[in-house]
């Protein structure tokens, strides 16, 4: 009997007693390992997770966390052959290999990159604008997230044993909850590299990640599922079935854990009435459906599953996709001809098969056999082979919308006019993705918003696009990942939105002083400091919020204003011409340029000389309130707001409330000045 994992639970590796289910090399159908979590405390490993895990993850900042990540990518990365070589064992091409392994090596990387960029210094993330909830400004909501105190459970589907834990980890571990990887047995030996690579590189604390190889109940601990709490979360991608059964658990119901789902979803690509054959639109549609067929053996939940092509291009279609789909070589990974490793495993090809069963009875193929391939360097029936299979079929058949063959199976469907086509990606009741290959905009417009209601995301191809486009199939950390309905209705990655998925969002409602003592961002209203050093010359060290500098006034004649208009060519009416600027509705009268404002207001800030403050990287959130009439009077008073230390460099962010005021204190001009400041030892 082959070896059974182990389990990386309460900080060390732990062998199971049972038997275990058996795992199978995709390619020659050897029993590769066995997976059991029986003796395996289940429900002890999430408490760990949230006793240990939880605080040590809460004890360092988004920047820290981001850091971390930053540096097991680049260890994965180091040593990410060792993966490929297991990777080969479920089936993978080096191609589908890199997919999996540097395609969640990426995700670490945006993850670790968005951390230092997007998010604040400390572990509190504060979301929008303070909202006024009253006249005088004395009281105030602010929307913040802090990292809930749970654990992630999250399950992973067979088909990404590396990207699916790392995409799921990335935005969790951001937040600072920690992870529990469950794989999916067909494939845990390969995530249980992952994770062995992961513990070795000794880089996370203690409990931010455990791994559960088999199955979530235990003969020691029960069904993990009975323990979760209302602070902890779910994380699902597998069968929209599975999704189903899980999400009804009594637990999660009763203690609303939080739950999200990604499931199988049969995905469209729609070619554009303009893209008739001989266009470069017509090309990129045929090589992208051959590729998503075979990319992974057409095992991504993302696999375009209905090609949706205007009735008189039917024929074209076929012919060409079936001639590239001829070009493939499936076989043995390891043999460098091979274009199409193996299914996951024969399993998967016999469900792949019953699927093919209910489309072949409702259709007609026209590429590929679906019980018999040609294969080099295997065994065609003990390696789980299977050849691409292309369809075809009357587009008002249920099954074709219904009946998803998770291999590299597709479906070309014909249509007649652009309002049709979108009536039938709608009935996927659902899809990760959908992708239009078109030149025209109007089409491009007409499609993406008719489906999107239906879609995660939606790719627009075309020959501007084609060339960095990152193509139908492949999720981005920066985009959501998932869809509604059959798709699972939930949503990963995308950017912060999943760190934020992992904590809770909170109003907080008071006075300003108590938004900014519990921000750390200067809220306007809160007392100010008006000190004998000018804030230009504090290090960032030295430096709090509050700290202000008050300039002006300074009057704003018309020869200031004419000068300024000669000056940058901005000769506007409305400065410039009395009799335009009266009509003016707005104005009145001439006025100051804005812009002439904002220059003036960094004049009566700015500290000259040489010191902490190295350069001005922009405004945010610039409005002008007030018309600045010939002969007002400008005061500036600008205030720290925001101060975020950059962990690997010698100097941080500083964000400023600059507010601008008239000889009757009105607001004139409010905006963010956004610097860098050099930190203490820098200088
Ligand atoms: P499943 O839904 O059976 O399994 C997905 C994950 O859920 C696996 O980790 C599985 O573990 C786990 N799981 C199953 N039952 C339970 C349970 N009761 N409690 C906790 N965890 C559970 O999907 P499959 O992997 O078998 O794939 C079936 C189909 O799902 C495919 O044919 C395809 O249609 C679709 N699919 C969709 C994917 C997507 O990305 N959206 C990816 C892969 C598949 P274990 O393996 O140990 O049972």
């Known amino acids: 009997m082959t070896a059974v994992l182990q389990s990386h639970v309460q900080g060390r590796w732990q062998a199971p007693t049972g038997e275990g289910r058996p795992m199978y090399d995709a390619v020659t159908g050897d029993e590769v390992g066995r997976v059991s979590t029986d003796g395996i405390d289940v429900a002890a490993a999430a408490a760990y997770g949230r006793r240990t895990g939880g605080p040590a993850l809460r004890e360092l900042s988004f920047h820290q966390r981001a850091s971390l990540l930053k540096a097991l990518a680049g260890h994965l990365r180091e ?41 604040p210094a400390g572990s509190v993330l504060v979301e929008g604008d303070v909202e006024p909830l009253s006249k005088g400004g004395t009281f105030l909501g602010q929307h913040v997230l802090t990292p809930r105190h749970g654990v992630a459970v999250q399950i992973n589907a067979y088909n990404f044993p590396c990207w699916g834990p790392l995409e799921k980890l990335a935005p969790a571990f951001l937040a600072g ?202 065994d065609a029936e003990r390696g789980a082979f299977l050849s691409p299979v292309l369809l075809t079929g009357d587009p008002d058949t249920a099954a074709f919308h219904e009946v998803e063959a998770f291999g590299p199976v597709s479906t070309v469907l014909p249509y007649e006019s652009v309002d049709q086509v979108v009536e039938l990606a709608a009935r996927g009741q659902g899809s990760l993705v959908g992708s239009v290959v078109t030149a ?34 492949s999720p981005m950390p920066q985009l959501v990942h998932g869809g509604p309905g059959r798709a699972g209705g939930g949503e990963e990655m995308g950017g912060i939105r999943g760190v934020a998925h992992h904590m809770q969002r909170t109003a907080v409602q008071g006075s300003p002083a108590m938004l900014t003592a519990i921000t750390g961002r200067w809220v306007r209203g809160s007392e100010r400091t008006v000190t004998d050093v000018h804030p230009f010359r504090k290090h960032l060290e030295e430096l709090r919020i509050g700290d202000t500098v008050v300039g002006g006034p300074r009057r704003v004649t018309q020869e200031d204003v004419e000068h300024f208009a000669e000056f940058t060519g901005d000769t506007f009416y409305a400065h410039t011409d009395a009799e335009a600027a009266a009509a003016n509705p707005f104005f009145g009268e001439r006025v100051a340029h804005g812009y002439l404002v904002v220059s003036f207001a960094a004049g009566l800030f700015v500290d000259p000389a040489p010191g902490p403050v ?55 001009a409010r905006y963010d000045v956004l610097t860098l400041v050099a930190k203490q030892a820098s200088s």
Request: proline share 5%; with cysteine.
């Open 177 to 378: 909850v920690p992870t529990i990887i469950k794989p999916a047995t067909p494939t845990a030996f390969l995530t249980a590299e992952l994770v062995r690579l992961v513990v070795e590189s000794g880089l996370l604390p203690e409990g931010a990640v455990q791994f559960l190889a088999g199955s979530l109940t235990s003969s020691s601990g029960g069904d993990l599922f009975d323990h979760l709490t209302e602070q902890d979360l779910v994380s699902f991608t597998g069968s929209a079935s599975t999704a189903a059964r899980l999400r009804t658990h009594p637990t999660l119901t009763a203690r609303s854990v939080r739950f999200t789902a990604e499931a199988d979803s049969l995905n469209c690509s729609i070619l554009g009435p303009d893209a008739v054959p001989g266009t470069t639109e017509f090309d990129l549609y045929v090589k992208q459906l051959a590729t998503e067929m075979t990319v992974k053996a057409g095992q991504k939940c993302t696999a375009i599953r209905r090609a949706f092509v205007p009735s008189a291009q039917v024929d074209a279609v076929l012919e060409a996709v079936s001639a590239r789909l001829a070009k493939v070589t499936v076989g043995n990974p390891a043999n460098p001809d091979v274009r199409m490793g193996a299914l996951a495993g024969t399993e998967q090809r016999e469900e792949v098969r019953r699927s093919l069963k209910s489309l072949t009875d409702a259709g007609r193929v026209v590429f590929g056999d679906p019980d018999h391939v040609e294969v080099v360097d295997a």
């Open 79 to 119: 040593h990410r052959e060792e993966l490929y070589a297991v990777s080969a064992r479920t089936g993978a091409t080096l191609g589908d290999s890199k997919f999996d392994v540097d395609g969640g090596i990426g995700v670490l990387q945006a993850y670790a990159s968005k951390g230092k960029r997007e998010l």
């Open 614 to 668: 190295l350069a001005n990287f922009g405004v945010d959130s610039l409005r002008f309130l007030t018309p600045v009439k010939f002969d007002d009077e400008l005061t500036i008073t600008l205030t720290a707001k925001q101060i975020t230390p950059r962990d690997t460099a010698d100097y941080g962010e500083v964000r400023w409330d600059a507010d601008v005021t008239n000889a009757a204190g009105d607001s004139v």
């Open 440 to 473: 025209d905009p109007d089409v491009a417009r007409t499609v993406v918003l008719g489906a999107a209601p239906w879609h995660g995301r939606m790719l627009v191809l075309d020959a501007a696009a084609a060339p960095e486009s990152t193509g139908h199939g």
